[in-house]
């Protein structure tokens, strides 16, 4: 059987939540100054870490958070965050009910299992902390969000490291394609945690100096938070995801494959899902981490596929939000459109000889780009890339 | 949804054999459990563990050598499957994977948390392995799948969602196969955490309507076409109360069961709340089903027990020559709720 043709499934709403700030407003004009949404780690000690930095979501989340729902301000963060996005994409489509909720994260509820396990290693009774311990299930903070807009869609989260955010936009089209769903309601959400913190920093991976993706000098990642959330439905008018891509790299669980293999094949599927040639592509957004493995394995994979078009990384100026990282620059990616304009790649000083890539350098660039590729890739040789659409009309 | 299965492996407390299994399931065997050791200065749990000597793939790929328990579970079903559907190198590579999970690997999570609590820095052996989707990578390197791998986390729902969501991926043509897994592994804080939230059993003789924790896994490989076929009509629902799922477990089923009368029902229920919720339903629902309960056997795995009873539906309905259809529901117990049917007849899409 041929596949079946992609069409496109229209983005009627979003909202965004992200170390720029929480909003959409506050995000496409924190992309368009090349604002630096890094800062000191407020959330838990970091004292003896490579890293001391993050992308923080403003400390006024739960505030604001509590002026949607009061009872959110029990909530986890992570829960606070979807519920500030759920509620920017609900009011740019009130009448979309979903019929099925598909979010990517890679830590979920984190910070309630470190609290339990906390407990129980410091001989305490555990019957409180075992009760906050639901919230630990990454749907949970999807659901209580939802509750407070009435929603009983069932909810899928789909964890693929730091390619959820994407594969949950991609999973929500592929579900919208074939029948399964009609309005799916879909994204990504992340929270800092003091163990997915400690864990890059056991790796090596996070850097004590700036995130400088695609820099000759780049040492390493910054992590990051937020939350994005989409309304999808099948449909073929304004903002739309045209194609999506994914392939599983097998070569190491942590490294991708030097070659850029897995990327590669991940754009390429996405560009033949929306029946698109390379050339027609005006923007990538890169994960573009920083790393060095990771940057040198995603330009050889964009060399072979576009190797003229230009390319960013948001993440000098986010963080990397791992799950909720392709939700996100999703969003940006149609900021990016509507607001005319390609986001900067932060702290870019040297190209590095091997990847003549056309990096928009540290501003802003002007340009009225209609189609971009945005890429995600994670542990476990995850990679997924979305093509997203605005209309020349 | 629909979608055939062509093939299955299974790894339990019972071993891999699935007549076997089949079999001990409709006697209503008792299960032998263990006693989980805590290093929390707790009560130990009761465990049903799957035999080490059944993991025949543990040592059949070097990247496996480091990884988590789970992670040998789900390759373990995942090879199983493969060999029973008999799949080529060519067929696999149409074959996208996806992998359901409610904890994920737990105990590398838990052991790598432990070392940052105790001396600020934990190994970077242990934590790419704490990624919910570690074990679907380790199968897709063990069978050579290079495409679509999906890793969905969440309650037993999340085990139904798979198969819904792999026959999607069937529809829109992208794939000839899916490979549906699931696999749970025990570790001793996930045995306090159920345990303190009532879900299975405390202590062995206990009189409790709970059953044991148990590890294992489960494995599908659907295809377009075939026999025994599953049918997902209707995504399922979230939930907010136990009052709230009864509702949304009778509009799931007045649904689904608009147009079927399924003679058997492989039910999730083991007397607790939530499994209570669907055997009220049932009880109003299909008052005259053969009910079996997979979990009074194999203990209860959460997203692996969903996909568990897929495959004791999908031998059920075999059993049934004259055919017929058999309802799968899943009560998760955080939030989620989802039913499968399975029928015998190969319908025209």
């Not at chain 2, 055939?4 to 006697?27: E, H, K, N």
């Not at chain 2, 798979?162 to 897994?181: N, P, Q, S």
Request: contains cysteine.
């Amino acid at each position: 059987m041929s596949p079946l043709p992609f069409p496109k499934v229209r983005v009627s709403s979003f909202g965004c939540v992200s170390p720029l700030g929480v909003g959409r407003q506050a995000n496409r004009e924190g992309l368009r100054a090349g604002r630096n949404g890094i800062s000191p780690v407020r959330l838990f000690p970091v004292t003896g870490r490579r890293s001391q930095t993050a992308g923080q979501v403003t400390e006024e989340l739960g505030a604001l958070a509590h002026s949607i729902a009061p009872r959110s301000r029990h909530w986890s963060r992570g829960a606070q965050m979807v519920l500030l996005a759920m509620e920017e994409a609900r009011q740019g489509r009130p009448d979309f009910i979903p019929d099925c909720v598909v979010m990517g994260t890679t830590s979920g509820g984190m910070p309630l299992g470190e609290d339990f396990f906390r407990t129980l290693a410091a001989g305490q009774p555990s019957h409180a902390a075992t009760r906050r311990l639901l919230g630990y299930s990454p749907q949970q903070p999807v659901q209580q969000a939802m509750r407070v807009f009435h929603w009983d869609a069932p909810v899928q989260i789909v964890s693929a490291a730091c390619a959820s955010g994407t594969n949950a936009l991609g999973i929500a089209c592929q579900l919208i394609r074939s029948g399964a769903a009609r309005r799916v309601l879909a994204g990504g959400y992340d929270a800092l945690a003091e163990f997915v913190f400690a864990g890059f920093d056991s790796l090596r991976a996070s850097t004590a100096e700036k995130c400088r993706p695609f820099d000759a000098d780049r040492t390493g990642l910054v992590l990051g938070e937020g939350a994005a959330v989409f309304c999808l439905e099948a449909g073929n008018e304004g903002l739309a995801i045209s194609g999506y891509g994914s392939a599983v790299d097998t070569h190491h669980l942590t490294q991708p494959h030097p070659s850029g293999a897995g990327p590669l094949a991940a754009m390429r599927q996405a560009l033949a899902s929306a029946n698109l040639e390379p050339e027609a592509i005006d923007y990538i957004n890169a994960h573009g981490t920083g790393t060095p493995f990771n940057d040198a394995s995603e330009a050889r994979g964009i060399l072979q596929i576009c190797p003229r078009t230009p390319v960013s990384s948001t993440k000098g100026m986010t963080g990397h939000s791992l799950g909720a990282a392709g939700a996100i620059e999703a969003a940006f990616c149609c900021e990016a459109m509507e607001g005319q304009f390609l986001p900067p790649n932060l702290n870019f000083t040297r190209t590095e000889k091997e990847f003549p890539l056309d990096i928009v350098a540290n501003t802003a660039r002007p340009a009225r780009p209609h189609r971009i590729l945005s890429n995600s890739f994670g542990f476990g040789g995850a990679n997924a890339t979305l093509v997203l659409e605005l209309p020349e009309s | 949804m629909k979608a055939s299965i062509i093939g299955m492996g299974w790894v339990t407390p019972l071993g891999r054999d699935l007549d076997a299994v089949w079999q001990a399931i409709q006697d209503e065997r008792q299960p032998i459990p263990v006693s989980q050791s805590s290093s929390f200065g707790a009560s130990l749990c009761p465990v049903l563990r799957v035999p080490d000597e059944d993991l025949v793939e543990a040592e059949a790929l070097p990247r496996l050598r480091r990884s988590s328990r789970i992670s040998h579970l789900a390759v373990t079903a995942a090879s199983d499957a493969i060999a029973s559907a008999g799949l080529t190198a060519d067929q696999l590579a149409r074959t996208a994977l996806v992998f359901a999970t409610s904890d994920g690997g737990i105990a590398y999570t838990r052991r790598f948390y432990a070392e940052v609590v105790k001396s600020d820095s934990g190994s970077p052996l242990l934590f790419p392995e704490t990624v919910y989707n570690a074990p679907t990578s380790h199968i897709a390197a063990r069978l050579g799948l290079g495409g679509e791998a999906i890793t969905l986390a969440g309650d037993a729902a999340s085990g139904l969602a798979a198969v819904r969501l792999g026959g999607a991926l069937l529809t829109t043509g992208e794939v000839d196969h899916c490979l549906i897994v699931s696999a749970q592994e025990m570790d001793e804080i996930t045995c306090l955490a159920y345990r303190n939230l009532g879900l299975i059993r405390a202590e062995i003789g206990e009189e409790s309507p709970a059953v044991y924790f148990a590890e294992g896994a489960a494995a599908l490989v659907l295809a377009r076409n075939g026999s025994p076929l599953i049918e997902s009509p209707h995504p399922g629902f979230s939930y907010t109360s136990e009052a709230h799922a009864a509702r949304q477990m009778e509009r799931l089923l007045d649904s689904i069961l608009a147009s079927r009368r399924p003679r058997v029902v492989i039910s999730g229920q083991s007397g607790i709340s939530p499994d209570a919720i669907e055997q009220a339903s049932l009880h109003r629902l299909l008052p005259d089903a053969v009910l079996h309960t997979p979990k009074k056997t194999l203990g209860e795995s959460m997203a692996n027990s969903a996909l568990q009873h897929v495959i004791a539906g999908a031998l059920a309905l075999r059993d049934h020559k004259s055919g017929g259809e058999v309802l799968v529901p899943a009560v998760g117990f955080n939030g989620q709720i989802a039913a499968l049917i399975l029928t015998g007849s190969v319908s025209e899409e």
